[in-house]
């Protein structure tokens, strides 16, 4: 019993970490600027291509960043952590395809926006710069309002535009939870802990983290606007 209740303290503790952590990294309300004008009809089809195809720079580049992540990690969990993200980077790429075909992206010749990019750029900065336990911390916290973020957008491409779920796959795929990916976040960020590590670091990059996402979608919704 003794050692049944330690390991329930245990896991009290980490998810009291992740709670505070995604707490703190909760957007405030209308902060993203795209998702109203997408709601109301009033951003145009080729607002949604330049979100597609800047999603394309961004994949390729979180996917490297991933998996230079997982191999400076030196335990378990945080490997499989970044190579489940690595893993899923792959598959988003293949679904982003019918959403750039339906809006006519051109994923070849479109110039990607620095206010788009300034997210995956930091996240190649964390790859190069950042203890991989934080990287890990604040990328996980922030994936919670990227996938509310995600399912809204993709309930009203499918009310307002008439896109299909294949269409909506990409949205869908990251609004969709991710259990096994919680459970490796879990596992390393205790691992951490048991060492005497602290969130400090990982919610300053969180925070940052958090704005650049809110960069990307914004600078959508500015190429959205008459």
Known sequence: MRRSRNVHRMTNSVRQV???????????????????????WRAPV????ALAAE????????????LALADRAEDPATRQFFGFLAD???????????????????????TPQAGCQAYPAYVASLALNASPVDA???LFANFAAWGEYCAEISQS?????????????????????????????????QTALDKGWRPDEA????RLLLAYELMFWNTIADMAKP
Do not use: W
Not at 19 to 33: C, F, I, K, M
Not at 46 to 49: D, G, L, P, T, V
Not at 57 to 65: Q, T
Not at 101 to 109: K, V, Y
């Open 18 to 40: 992740l709670s505070q952590t995604q707490q703190e990294l909760t957007p405030p309300p209308g902060a993203n600027r795209l998702l109203p004008l997408v709601a109301d």
């Open 46 to 49: 080729s607002a949604i291509a």
């Open 55 to 66: 999603e394309r720079h961004i994949i390729a580049s979180d996917r490297r960043a991933f």
């Open 88 to 110: 899923g980077e792959s598959l988003a790429l293949d679904l982003l395809t019918p959403l750039a075909e339906a809006t006519g992206a051109d994923m070849t010749t479109y």
């Open 136 to 138: 890990l911390l604040a």
């Open 157 to 189: 491409l499918r009310v307002n535009y008439g896109f299909d779920d294949r269409t909506c796959g990409f949205f869908d795929f990251f609004a969709k939870p991710a259990p096994e990916l919680e459970q490796h976040a879990l596992a390393a960020i």
């Open 203 to 206: 919610r300053r990059h969180g």
